[in-house]
């Protein structure tokens, strides 16, 4: 990928982003089990923006959860920048989410009582940073996203595309690597949404990753990788388009 | 008429040559539809025949465009011209049935036997559309953001593979419940279970 080679490190010495390997997550209702996950391997690497589309109930949302260690899957194994989620403990896991993956839900869990640096401050306090050092970066992170001039804003002053880029700077806080974002277009008209996605593109192309889930096509056509998932399995992913691309092949000469 | 009318809409700011209006009518619409030189005299000859535009000898280059030697036919728009710009932006294009959809009647035709997998035929055509897709949408966050013109014509491709997206979703989606139907009912399945194809 032409992303990775903007980091001084050539791909294969640095360990992925992330990485599953055969990957399987099952729940149990009532009536009995249910297979949310089933054989996954995946790999992201620094610089990647994936895509993770497919039907409801397909899986996008536990694979996610399970790459964050928000969710524990039965077999497989998960390694964040080469780190098994499986050999970390709670406070591990814990650590590793504050300090490594951002994690951006469908609904964004602001905290209505704090402002947008507050709210993008706060897993860095509870990482044990000071306060005066949290709020510094939490609006460095506010001004990737273009809301540095919203930092004393309560979220229910902002718009809802403000809210999701406030939730998207709470992700990156602190020079977090790894992004998960769980449909962050889903509650956002058409523009507010390809705006989000224009910057986790963006981001990917500074040096973080990205998977997404997403239902809409036209957001994940800003991916490098779109991934097919149904029932559980990964049944197809695309390509990244070409480097140098001039999109000639696509055109036709039409008589007129 | 496209090119027709968007010939009229350049000769209507100034008078100009033939492969400047090849070129002004490729960046005015982000360079998505070329247009090659052929086409653009063959055009400008039928207007010229219609009254809509005339030829001027264009003596030396005109100075504001700095452009064409001497000899180079140079074009004006005529009042018949302008009045056909007008009606064109003016009148609503009926939007027509779409041409003829090689997917669609690939699709159609597989239903007819039962040994093709149409629900294959659907995940490879979703997977090859989505990477058009985006190779269209990478190049559309590289272009200049002050192109107006070219964004809008980059969203129009976008959002008309987006609906081709949709599409192909609906039409798994029927095929997987017809099937299931089927199978219901105790009938053979028309078409073989072959969604989880892992690559």
């Given at each position: 990928m032409n992303h990775t080679t903007r980091n001084a490190v050539p791909p294969s010495a640095a360990p992925p982003a992330l990485e599953l390997h055969g990957v399987r997550r099952t729940f149990h209702d009532g009536r009995g089990e249910r297979v949310a996950l089933d054989d996954i391997t995946l790999t992201v690497r620094a610089g990647e923006l994936v895509a993770l589309t497919g039907?409801?109930?397909?899986g996008k949302s536990t694979l996610l959860h399970v790459s964050a260690g928000l969710d524990q899957a039965d077999t497989g194994t998960i390694a964040v920048h080469g780190t098994?989620?499986?050999?970390?403990?709670n406070a591990g896991l814990a650590q590793l989410r504050r300090r490594s993956v951002g994690f951006v839900e469908?609904?964004?869990?602001?905290?209505?009582?704090?402002?947008a640096a507050e709210n993008v401050a706060l897993p860095l306090e509870l990482d044990g940073r000071s306060a005066r050092e949290a709020k510094v970066e939490a609006v460095a992170a506010l001004e990737l996203v273009g809301l540095a001039a919203f930092?004393?804003?309560?979220?229910?002053?902002?718009?809802g595309g403000e809210q999701q880029r406030v939730a998207i700077a709470r992700a990156l806080v602190?020079?977090?690597s790894l992004l998960l974002a769980d449909?962050?277009?889903?509650?956002?008209?058409s523009r507010t949404g390809e705006a989000v996605m224009a910057l986790l593109r963006a981001r990917c192309d500074a040096g973080a990753a990205a998977v997404v889930a997403t239902h809409n096509p036209a957001h994940a056509g800003w991916a490098d990788r779109v991934v097919f998932l149904a029932d559980g399995v990964i049944v197809d992913a695309t390509s990244p388009p070409p480097a140098d691309?001039?999109?000639?092949?696509?055109f036709v000469e039409v008589e007129r | 008429m496209s090119v027709r009318n968007g010939l009229l809409a350049l000769l209507a700011e100034s008078p100009k040559y033939g492969f400047q209006l090849k070129k002004e009518f490729e960046d005015a619409t982000g360079a998505l539809w070329p247009l090659n030189v052929g086409q653009v005299y063959t055009t400008l000859n039928r207007l010229v025949r219609d009254g809509q535009v005339v030829t001027d000898s264009?003596?030396?280059?005109?100075?504001?465009?700095n452009v064409g030697d001497e000899g180079q036919k140079r074009y004006r728009i005529t009042e018949a011209g302008r009045d056909e710009l007008r009606d064109w932006f003016g009148t609503a294009r009926p939007r027509l049935?779409?041409?003829?959809?090689e997917v669609v009647i690939k699709i159609a035709m597989s239903l007819?036997?039962?040994?093709?997998?149409t629900l294959g035929i659907i995940a490879d055509q979703r997977r090859s559309t989505t990477e058009t897709l985006q190779r269209f949408t990478r190049a559309r966050s590289r272009g200049?953001?002050?192109d107006l013109g070219r964004r809008i014509a980059l969203d129009a491709v976008v959002a008309s593979i987006s609906a081709e997206l949709h599409w192909l979703d609906q039409a798994e989606e029927l095929l997987t419940a017809s099937t299931e139907s089927h199978h219901a009912a105790g009938a053979r399945p028309a078409q073989p279970p072959t969604r989880r194809r892992n690559r």
């Open positions: 039907p409801s109930g397909s098994h989620l499986h050999a970390l403990d469908q609904h964004l869990n602001l905290l209505a009582a704090l402002s930092a004393d804003a309560f979220p229910d002053a902002l718009s602190g020079g977090r449909e962050p277009t889903g509650a956002l008209d691309d001039d999109l000639s092949d696509l | 264009g003596h030396g280059a005109d100075p504001a465009t049935a779409p041409e003829r959809d007819r036997d039962r040994t093709i997998d200049e953001p002050d």
